[in-house]
């Protein structure tokens, strides 16, 4: 975790103080569950339910679990340890039956449900703000590249549009992946309920709003968290991709949009022309850093037997690597969205600069409908095209199509003015945003 | 793609043959969906589509293809060129207003979803076997390790049913990876449905099977690709696990369980002993070959504004590779387990081999709930347990503890040889067994 | 491999042909020195030895090894029975006392050092292409630009000496990977040389251009190909880096240099405009084919105990296809690089379309030298900039600053014009080709 | 960074604190040589070095430079702000000509280094242990095994040797990993030297023990932190080999060494019989955690022109977190190997556990050189060793040979005695160690 690149929400959720609290909540849960079944005295159950309340309020107090973790060597017995001091005799029905993993992988999953909420929520955020702008900008002629080589015209509300139905299928890949580690695994030391009911694990899952673990081997099966972060490292590949379409938009010579950039403020303190697309290339970095989780988590999965604790090590690392970075990312690239200067004056320039050569492939068309043969057609229109394109675009392919003997027999000058009209492209606009927004 | 790694029907799907294949069902579909909208006369589109019947008994003359791409250097021309000599004049209208993206995206969604067809058969042949065993062994006792060690025990049967579990689970992914990449994109040259209308688009996805892509910007979005290849290195993970757990079984030392080895074979030329898992290391190295595609598809998702180019490559080398491959291994990791030796009388032997120190947290508990403090309840327990380590095994715990004044004062010897009980870690294969295969 | 990325000298070296001929010099140089250590009869070494002279002319009868391994099914014998059929009674003596993979392991080494020449070689062409079009273009000036926006002015002579620069690194580290791979293991089941003297390693070593390696375990050690797979993969790296590069100096509003392309060429049958950089943007999807070969060879190092096989089917496809792509990836970008068309005037236009605003740092020191505060020069020059920037670059900053009261206090016209001397930028191109070119 | 997996000395080259200190000395040091080359005023010079002195052994006030970056917003401005207050007027001579980058790169220079050289520290502690045990075991019996079965014998130190082999390869490759890191530029805004001359860079890189970078483009290129982490990733996963292999050696039924395990310590607080390799696995985790740095670190080459700032952030998580866990890994391994209970004799029982099949090849060839042909020897062989592996081993190869009128007819007792000789295996013990430790 780099504190630069996390905001509080999610960093909190990998914080000792909530991993604890979380803890607590499984073995009270679990205590409760004994009591029903009658594994342990009702009442003390119920008196360590009721102790819950009224610490549900209070911080946890990680030094001094720290300090006992300094002897014993172990973190839920240090965790334990403190938390018996704050019960009377009914302590020691506290973890009864149950094997540390039980606390430990089930407490990732509520960690990691936690943070995808919050990656959900941000999801959310940024489609509102994708949209906003898709729509302010639904009929915003630019031009359409492929290869980095004007193509034809799009509407810079499409390329929006596209970004939103991208990030609607993050959405959707979001929640299952979601649904792939919101597991609870209460069943012990090989995961054989040999000591502990299966009803205790219904009950706790239940109460954590996850479901019961079909079948666990102490640990929670990590293909689970596998699949977890490769969706991260999809949901990352799409920061990256509409971080780069704004890093190209923004090149000196485009200029079609911007970072949002502060009146006064100085891009540089030696060149006053600087203003440089730095949101969208950390965005950039940051999609590698969540990438970098991907592999790690897929090795994790073929533990040993029944576990070995390799994955653990791993996972402290990518837990909260992967979800506060794609957080920080999310919400970075949503204020990006959000503040974007669009010049729809330089997005018309851009498209003019070629002369008008965006729409050869109009008249070649029209030519061939006006009976003449594809070769010919070609012919007559890459023959002023050229002339066009040596130009450097000073001259206009409309201009010499209507001086051109060969042309002017077959189209007429209104004929000719009609299929340089853009509106020809953006027909079909309409369409595309009901397939997109329609869905939402 | 290597041979050796390959079998028929999957890498039929990545020949030209197929690919030619489903390119001509594109543009006859196509043309149907113009004569309908009126794009092209009705009589030829019924030509066209008319003219495909015949051909689909036919087989796709590749090399005379490749003659004319070796001309026109552009592959969808060449094949269209061939294709028209096939037609009379109404082959004009073949590939009308389209750009060759949509025929070439859409006829890898549909190799993708044949791929993952034949993928999804793959994993229920797994599920059928791994449950067939299971069920085989489903009381079958062995011991439960933990970091390689002895733990408590476990069933065989649970070890498969956990094997169940996890390949469910990848059924489940495959089919939602399969939704992923099964859209069809006929939107011209960069996606504003310029020169072709939507319908187009509709009717050709229906005929395929395909749904259309909200949107396209003369490519299919590669996130979906990415999520697909992802999920591919999911359950490549999921193959390694079982084939790891596999060559541990057969190490010499403990030997539960061996790959299939037919009376006669000879494992070594030179040494007549060996008789090595071969099959699932190989398994082991195919499982990463599967995972090397997934960072390729994630960087590339971000394409260059409508498209570049740079996906291309990547698809013609982790398309096939990485479904031919997982194919394979699936397949292979089906007929291991089908076949595989199981040696119950081994595992008992090795459950044994303690001299019946996996029951030790038994005894502790009996000795706390007959009254003793836990730590005294310990110190007994550790007593007797550490003469049966350090005799590596060949003394007997129970019988030490029949022995110790201070047990059998509170034990008797029935309760004892109860707490010695395989079935106490059994009581609950029945509760795993209906969780894991209830649902299927 | 995919055959449209492949060079035939690389592709020969995966052959099986070059394999069992590599195979067949093992066992003939290993014999060579059982004969000279007394282990085989010295004549018997000598006809074993001198039947190899006819042989090296014949080819490998590839399809009658596959058909006796077909029988076998063990590919080290199957050939030994073939090479045997060519001997009279002393073939007994081939391969006495060695292991498979020694056999094999040495053939892969054979086989990376063959693949490495080839990219050494693909190295040297490329630097001396690069050389040659640095020192064509070493002062034609063009705008260096840091996050795609304009900064100072540099050469495009510069950008090639740099990339000149990296892939003369890349020839280093290739050495340095070369010798990692070109190892030789003669050693027997687990390699303590139990039945095959050392001197036998040293001599087929030496006859191979390997050394020996100083202790395998019947394989040779694997961080020894992790490491020439990640060089490859670093390699590759910087292939995309001027792939990228010139990606984007040949985007349409750039356009500062372009892939060749011939004369009547067509771009698009529909576009007349379109000239794509098609060839850099498959480079940069061949890097990430070639990267992704870098993860499975990390994984295939922590091979259990003396060795497993699962390295096995993961050099089966990275090795040819880490190889072959990267030969193919050199070999084109050098053919990029050879022929790119670059436009110096595009260049200078590109540098003036900000009219001159790349030389206000330059203004801004003069004026601090001329006495004024830091603060008030850059008030001055900022206030001359924006109108300049506000412009669009149509007003010139040069004659503004000219007409500035407040500036012509302090700075003769000569001055000024001075500032805005491309020269000022130019003066350690010299300093930096002798850095460059001088080590080479 | 997470604080269980890292150590002091090497956390502290990450703290801002050592940042900052280098940033001075890179400043210092360039106004030294501003000084000497009538940049500046040499006295200015004078002074800037002066102050240096009586700083270097003051802390650093972070918390102060936060503060004015916290209005600021950059970094470098910040610390040169803090800086420049403990200056008098000659603080104006700071930073000349120099750009930020210059300062950032070169003192990342510096940091890696410093950890280069904390891991070079490492790897030579682990030699030197992994040299005293393999002396110390060097003639220790052990089974060899391949594809964890049985092969033939060999002796722990030679396991150990292997060790110490493979990670001499790391110091060398981590040595070349340090050169490849350990440039330094200060070249100006585009890498021309425009402002500020190249001698400078040749001091501060003198003064720095670094070498100047040859050109560099703003940034330092980064192939060379690409290779850099990539020999991380391949020293990562040696030490994952290693873990491995003692994992594997550790097993219930394998038990040949252990992880330390003090007297009086307790393996589990429920199974007394615990003893777990956790030190181990939590080595194999971290591999994967460095190996995950690897591939964001190839994906940092490619920067857009002279540069974008996408790596920085990419090296704020793997920076630290890859040097930091290798380091810790590499010390935790070292503690590993120093403490590791080997046990000879259970190394013994376990070759005897196949009543000697291990020798079986030895027969074979001595039944070949009394004059059978190899397939009569094999048979016979093979007719007693099925015998020996059917009984588990409680049989005994040569007991049965003895008895065999077919064997004994060809070899005499004493023969047959000495095949059974792990001497045999153990002859070349010292021409390996030889080759491997008089090396070093």
Chains 1, 2, 3, 4 share one sequence.
């Not at 993993?101 to 449900?113: F, I, K, P």
């Not at 489609?127 to 015209?153: C, D, F, N, W, Y």
């Not at 099966?221 to 990256?240: C, K, N, Y």
């Not at 402290?316 to 959000?338: E, H, K, M, Y």
């Amino acid at each position: 975790m780099v504190p630069r690149y996390s905001r509080p929400a999610m960093a909190a959720i990998w914080q000792p103080e909530n991993r604890y609290r979380i803890w607590w909540d499984i073995e009270v849960f679990a205590a409760e569950a004994m009591g029903e079944t009658g594994m342990i005295p009702a009442e003390d159950a119920q008196k360590i339910s009721a102790a819950r309340e009224g610490w549900a309020i209070e911080p946890i107090d990680v030094e001094a679990i720290d300090k006992i973790e300094s002897v014993t060597k172990h973190d839920v017995i240090a965790f334990l340890t403190w938390a018996g001091e704050k019960l009377g005799p009914e302590r020691r029905w506290l973890h009864q039956g149950m094997t540390s993993s039980d606390v430990l992988d089930t407490a990732l999953a509520v960690q990691l449900t936690q943070a995808t909420d919050l990656l959900l929520a941000d999801l959310d955020e940024l489609l509102q703000v994708l949209r906003r702008r898709a729509e302010e900008h639904k009929l915003t002629p630019t031009i359409g590249r492929s290869h980095g080589i004007h193509a034809e015209p799009v509407t810079f509300g499409l390329k929006l549009a596209q970004a939103y139905a991208e990030f609607d299928r993050n959405r959707m890949r979001l929640r299952a992946a979601r649904a792939e580690v919101a597991t609870c695994a209460i069943s012990g030391a090989v995961g054989t309920f040999a000591n502990i009911d299966p009803r205790i694990e219904e009950h706790v899952a239940k109460r954590l709003g996850l479901l019961p673990e079909a079948t666990s081997t102490q640990v929670i099966p990590r293909d689970r968290h596998a699949m977890f972060f490769a969706t991260l490292g999809v949901i990352a590949s799409s920061v990256e991709r509409l971080a780069v379409e704004i890093r190209h938009l923004q090149r000196t010579e485009v200029l079609e949009a911007e970072e949002y950039f502060a009146p006064g403020q100085k891009g540089s303190s030696a060149m006053p022309h600087k203003r440089n697309p730095v949101l969208t290339e950390n965005l950039t970095g940051l999609a590698r850093v969540v990438r970098g989780a991907v592999t790690p988590a897929l090795e994790n999965v073929a533990l040993w037997h029944e576990r070995d604790i390799s994955h653990s090590s791993v996972e402290r690392f990518i837990g909260p690597d992967a979800t506060i970075t794609l957080d920080f990312a999310l919400s970075r690239l949503t204020q990006v969205v959000d503040k974007l200067l669009v010049y729809p004056e330089r997005m018309q320039k851009n498209i003019d600069r070629m002369g008008g050569l965006v729409h050869s492939q109009r008249i070649l068309l029209a030519l061939t409908q006006a009976g003449l043969s594809r070769e010919e057609s070609y012919a007559i229109v890459q023959r002023n095209a050229m002339k066009v394109w040596e130009s450097d675009g000073s001259l206009s392919l409309l201009e010499l199509l209507k001086g051109d003997p060969e042309v002017t027999a077959r189209l007429s000058p209104e004929k000719l003015e009609e299929s340089f009209d853009l509106g020809y492209h953006l027909k079909h606009v309409d369409t595309i945003f009901e397939r997109v927004f329609g869905r939402s």
